[in-house]
């Protein structure tokens, strides 16, 4: 590949079917029924983003958490293994272990009749029971759920302890960042007052950019074009600058993966939203890249509308120095902006006002992808019922 061949803007055509796409209706972000077939069918059916590895157990030892609305617990057995199951005893239902709460031993205790499990899931012993019937230890292991990393994200599938997660090629975007040698430098969990989606449609547009966050207002210098693939939606900050083959360019017009692409972590940035790309990972995970931090979000829905929003920045020490003070107050400054936009736009839902709008075709195709992607999830779901 040369340079030519990269430096004018990548043509990307819209999806199929965006230009006769409607926004979703009012009860579907407000009315408790759909509530609950949503969220079967989207996060107790496949790969949902359940946390960072920093903040599960180190070996040994195993925590609370809830995803979908289940309680899960998951397990780092002393060889390292990472598991997970349903936090429920087989005895009679009782939490093995309280929602953020973390243990560690041989074994797991139930706090109600202390049945005793082992790491790996299996009954070691049913202290007291007697005889019953056809009782066998070994029938009643703790109920498996899928789990897996990548690279700083730890997923969980309530649906199939056997699956494999695949993010597809688009997922590359991370790969030369170099996560894990960054710190922790921000950490925030909130509960907002808006249906997941409101948040995941917003960060997967740019469309309001330079009306709800007019400090980084871009839309002259540069566009945003977004692609799919899979789980994945992928946004970078492309500069407008037709005939141009400075590196900017050539950095912006590439696909993760694609010869040159990773030349965007080779950028020396002083401005947080100057260089970044911009990952959407259905259904409920957000991560903004930039050469030398990283901020990742995932959602926890509790409500039609109320969603826990878990936010975590990390940074190369160093790279930034004294610009890090003001990178933190740029994205609490543009995440609040997002906040109050989608809690306001929630009251409309709240009310049941229909707008049965449009989708912008270029703009707004990250909504679009989540519309998608949940028609697709309420469909399955319906096929299986
Ligand atoms: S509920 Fe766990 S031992 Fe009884
Ligand atoms: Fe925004």
Redesign the pocket.
């Known amino acids: 590949m040369t340079i030519s061949d990269v430096t004018m803007p990548r043509e990307i055509p819209d999806p199929p079917g965006i230009a006769h796409a409607r926004t979703l209706c009012a009860a579907w972000y407000a009315d408790p029924d759909f509530f609950a077939t949503e969220r079967r069918a989207v996060f107790r059916s496949g790969w949902v983003c359940a946390g960072v590895t920093d903040e599960i157990p180190p070996a040994g030892s195993w925590t609370g958490r809830t995803v979908g609305g289940i309680p899960i617990l998951l397990v780092r057995d002393r060889d390292g293994a990472l598991r997970g199951f349903l936090n429920v005893?087989r005895?009679?239902?009782?939490p093995l272990c309280e929602e953020g709460e973390t243990n560690e031993g041989p074994l797991i205790r139930?706090p109600?009749?202390?049945?005793l499990y082992r790491l790996d899931g299996s009954l070691a012993k049913a202290q007291g029971v007697g005889a019953p019937a056809d009782f066998d230890l070994d029938e009643y292991s703790l109920e498996p759920i899928g789990v897996a990393t990548w690279r700083r994200l730890v997923f969980v599938n309530l649906a199939d302890p056997d699956a494999t997660l695949d993010l597809g090629p688009l997922a590359a975007a991370v790969d030369r960042c170099p996560i894990e040698e960054m710190t922790l430098v921000l950490s925030e969990t909130d509960e907002r007052r808006f249906n997941w989606k409101a948040l995941l449609e917003n960060y997967s547009e740019n469309y309001h950019t330079p009306f709800v966050h007019p400090e980084i207002d871009t839309t002259s210098t540069e566009d945003y074009p977004m692609v799919s693939d899979g789980p994945v939606l992928y946004a970078w900050d492309r500069p407008l600058r037709p005939g141009s083959a400075d590196d900017e360019q050539i950095r912006h017009s590439l696909l993760p993966g694609e010869p040159g692409w990773e030349r965007l972590f080779d950028a020396d940035t002083t401005r947080p939203y100057d260089v970044g790309s911009y990952l959407t990972i259905w259904p409920n995970a957000m991560i903004n890249i930039f050469p030398d931090a990283i901020l990742a979000m995932w959602m926890e829905p509790v409500g039609p509308n109320r969603t826990v929003v878990e936010r975590r920045l990390y940074a190369l020490p160093g790279r930034r120095g004294d610009g890090l003070a003001d990178n933190l107050r740029a994205h609490a400054i543009v995440h609040q902006q997002d906040v109050d936009i989608c809690e306001a736009v929630q009251r409309s839902h709240d009310a049941g006002l229909d707008a049965d709008g449009v989708l912008a075709t270029f703009e707004e195709r990250g909504v679009y992808f989540v519309h998608e992607n949940l028609r697709s999830a309420l469909a399955s779901d319906e096929r299986t019922r």
């Open positions: 005893c005895h009679r239902a009782a139930c109600y009749h202390s049945w």
